[in-house]
């Protein structure tokens, strides 16, 4: 890995934002807006202490209040307050804003704690539009009334609307998935994936851990039984699991497929102290390393949610969690196969997100989820593995 490289391409897109105004769009949210973006100059400022980065959070963070102060009440994780609310929780555990700074949060409790239930009640369970996001903003403060009472009405969400199936736990998608019947979204970012990460997170913290336990068990159990049917001729895991259609072979990216599910799943198992668990995240792993062909992994950009820079990331993750070298070998060939399509001009320090739309299909997006910061961030985190802990808005940590 080229330090050097790294560290000029950290400051062209730092740069770039800037000079292409990307600073002044109107939208605020912590995975496609503003919020995402100041995440990054968070982490460029600690990279670099460089006072320029450290005022642009603190410009940026006025802009995000004033958008607050007008009635942004969008309630979800990745496009509302939310989101928002765990930047500026997060930045204050980075001592970069003080208690006092971030005091104003409590009074949006009640009306996220509304909003969380509401989700519970659509079961509309996932990361980023879900209850599993808004519960981000609990974990937050896990003893306040309000954090309290949503945790336990999402567990007792989760246990009413769980299929039980022998020793297996399951649950019909019927929000994400309106058009499908009776498929199960098992995916990180909009399925069980990140479900199953958050009641690790509360068993960790001793919250509801029997009801955590026997939850995490279950659904465990479920994708040892999709993964025992073999039914795809590359990947473990479908896109989703449904009586009415034909499995297919799932991209690897966070959002779907094997590498979210097996990153999970380990993660899980480290956090509830099971080694049978973390094995098994480590199997399905180690699969997806044998596959480096970029057309049949549907890797066509460069982002974080399904991009190459996002697979490089986990498995350098991987590696500095089991020292495995195939982990780092297919670290560095997703990292450099990044800079191989680093290739426009017009983007943002060379880098475009593909969207199909008109022309080639690829636009300069500068958010965290599928643009620039998120890029950026990655590359600061692969320089200075102590810049790890922004991850955990994506459920990595």
């Known amino acids: 890995m080229n330090k050097e490289k790294i560290e000029k391409i950290i400051i062209e897109i730092g740069d770039d934002l800037i000079e292409k105004n990307y600073l002044d769009k109107k939208n605020v949210s912590l995975y496609t807006g503003l919020s995402g973006i100041t995440l990054f100059y968070a982490y460029l400022y600690l990279n670099t202490k460089s006072d320029k980065y450290y005022n642009i959070v603190g410009e940026n963070l006025e802009k995000i209040i004033e958008a607050l102060d007008y009635g942004y009440l969008e309630p979800s994780f990745s496009n509302g307050i939310s989101g928002i609310f765990w930047l500026f929780n997060h930045l204050n555990k980075l001592q970069l804003l003080d208690q006092e700074d971030i005091s104003f949060i409590d009074s949006y409790d009640t009306i996220l704690l509304k909003e969380g239930k509401k989700k519970v009640d659509e079961n509309c369970l996932e990361l980023l539009s879900g209850a599993t996001g808004i519960g981000l903003h609990f974990i937050n403060n896990p003893t306040k009334k309000e954090s309290i009472e949503f945790f336990n ?66 659904m465990i159990n479920y994708y040892r039984y999709i993964d025992s049917k073999g039914t795809l001729s590359r990947s473990t895991f479908p896109y989703r ?69 996002g697979a490089a990331y986990i498995y350098k993750k991987m590696y500095d969690y089991t020292n495995k070298n195939v982990f780092m070998e297919t670290s560095n060939y ?54 790890t802990s922004w991850d955990e808005c994506l459920l990595l940590s």
């Open 153 to 218: 009405y999402y567990v007792s969400g989760l246990k009413r609307y769980s299929i039980v199936e022998e020793d297996r736990i399951y649950w019909i998608d019927v929000y994400f998935n309106k058009d499908l019947k009776e498929s199960t979204n098992i995916g990180l970012a909009h399925g069980m994936g990140s479900t199953l990460t958050f009641l690790a997170k509360l068993f960790a913290l001793g919250i509801l851990k029997e009801d955590c336990k026997k939850l995490i068990d279950g």
């Open 241 to 309: 699991v449904s009586e009415f259609e034909t499995p297919i072979n799932s991209r690897l990216a966070w959002c779907y497929g094997d590498l979210g599910i097996g990153y999970s799943i380990f993660l899980v198992g480290s956090m509830i102290g099971n080694t049978s668990y973390k094995d098994y995240g480590i199997q399905i792993l180690i699969n997806t390393t044998k596959n480096l062909d970029p057309t049949e992994n549907s890797i066509i950009d460069s982002d974080f949610c399904h991009g190459s820079m």
């Open 334 to 387: 997703w990292y450099n196969h990044t800079l191989n399509i680093r290739s426009y001009p017009e983007g943002i320090a060379g880098f475009k997100h593909f969207t199909g739309e008109e022309g080639d299909g690829y636009v300069a997006v500068p958010g965290l989820l599928e643009g620039a910061s998120g890029i950026g961030l990655l590359y600061l985190t692969m320089l200075n593995t102590e810049l």
